[in-house]
């Protein structure tokens, strides 16, 4: 069964802080994707990765397709990064995503 | 470029009545999905189509729920009758094909009473 664990559940940031949040996925994931959700507001994709890293503007993510682990990164840290990260992963056979519970990031000024 | 497009964005109907939201999703996307999310919750997957095509409605409660992409394009997903428990935001998807990025649409947020 394709599964994917994330942690933290909740994290509370001072701004200008890094930022790390952890996701492990099960055997048959071959894609991570990133997303993330303002409250009240729609998904919006960060990253879709399969190896490697990728950025864009503080956002890192990482994969570590061995240990089947994903990282995402905020450098600096700012208020209006406080928002619900979710990982999620796809299999290569089919394109449904599995999601993560999320992570409720909270960064304080 | 258009996102992709959901409309209404909110919907308060008495349990029992039917309910219905269009999506209209990025211009030249073959794959739609329908995802339930409720409160606190990541989303679940209830449809996926390829192109007019309904390739994985394993989790879609046929006995309420219904979907259709007629032509490929736009798709509209029903509850009827609506219960209490379907109160929830609905989210439509889309992307090139099932390998690809997915893009969001803002979701209908449904409230059953």
């Known amino acids: 069964k394709n599964e994917v664990e994330q942690s933290p559940q909740n994290l509370t940031a001072q701004e200008g802080e890094f930022i790390t949040i952890n996701c492990s996925y099960s055997?048959?994931?071959?894609?991570l994707h990133w997303l993330q959700q303002h409250p009240g507001g729609g998904i919006v994709s960060l990253f879709m990765?399969?190896?490697g890293k990728k950025k864009h503007g503080r956002l890192i993510a990482t994969i570590n397709i061995q240990e089947k682990h994903s990282s995402l990164h905020i450098t600096a840290s700012h208020p209006r990064d406080s928002a619900v990260y979710i990982c999620a992963g796809s299999g290569r056979s089919q394109g449904n995503l599995i999601f993560g519970k999320g992570t409720k990031l909270s960064v304080k000024p | 470029e258009a996102g992709v497009v959901q409309s209404p964005r909110y919907k308060i109907i008495e349990k029992k009545q039917p309910v219905a939201f269009w999506c209209n999703p990025i211009s030249g996307h073959n794959t739609l999905y329908w995802y339930l999310q409720n409160l606190g919750q990541g989303p679940e997957l209830l449809i996926r189509?390829?192109?007019?095509?309904?390739?994985?409605d394993s989790q879609l409660p046929k006995d309420r729920f219904s979907a259709e992409r007629l032509k490929g394009v736009d798709s509209t997903l029903k509850i009827q009758p609506a219960e209490l428990g379907d109160s929830a935001v609905y989210l439509c998807?889309?992307?090139?094909?099932?390998?690809?990025?997915?893009?969001f649409g803002p979701g209908t947020r449904l409230t059953v009473l």
């Open positions: 189509y390829e192109n007019e095509e309904a390739v994985d």
């Open positions: 990765l399969s190896s």
């Open positions: 055997v048959g994931i071959s894609a």
């Open positions: 998807a889309s992307s090139l094909n099932k390998y690809n990025e997915q893009f």
